[in-house]
């Protein structure tokens, strides 16, 4: 059985540009398209759907003021050509933020979220699809001195000695840099195994640590430029340890 769904997106292109996405994954139903939150809401007063694509800057009212007027919960897949929204979009609970212009197997990410949370939905579709999926990085590549991250459209070379600390936003995380901060799609555990043997050190669930970047330690908390850093209690001995301390 199909996931239903409906489009929120004030831009005809982008519209259409997800729609194919949505019919080639033959998973999707798109029970229509709205260009702005009131019609959206007119819809959803009257037939409720398993999921919404909403884009979060249209006309008049925001992506988010629709999420504050609902009066059921259907999975939300946010769409936006920002990053700036990343951490207010997760305090909605969204099952994923799609980051325009996207590629189709970066919507095909998306829907796995969606079929593990949508009981009725089938997926063997998307199980024949997902083959087509990159493979992840090769281990090979800790051993360098920078890495690659996906933001803003393109992907940006990070030397590992520029970067603070990496801070987990859900599926998201931000390099703070000496440089400016960066939000891409990841999580704290694929980048722990990638930075694995390096300056970097996990010391919270929500924080890895360049250990050679900390100014100093009072109590449970780390000073590294300007930031304050929880240590959390199962992250103190291992933090001891890297630091040799005496």
Known sequence: MKITSIIVEDIKIAADFLKKFCDKSGLIEVKGHFENVAGALAYLDDDQVDLIFLDIEMPGATGFDLLDSLTYSPKIILTTSKTEYAFDAFQYNVSDYLKKPFTYNRFLESLQKIVKLVPQADPYPLAQAVGTVSPA??????DMDFLFIKSEDKLVKLVKDDIFFIESMRDYVKFVTSVKNYVTYS?????EEKLNGSAFL????????NINKIDDIRGNTIYLKGNRIPIGKGHKDELARRLNIL
Request: hydrophobic share 45%; net charge positive.
């Open 137 to 142: 990085p090769s281990p090979a590549s800790m």
């Open 187 to 191: 999580t704290l555990k694929a980048l």
């Open 202 to 209: 996990k010391v919270h669930r929500s924080f890895i640590v």
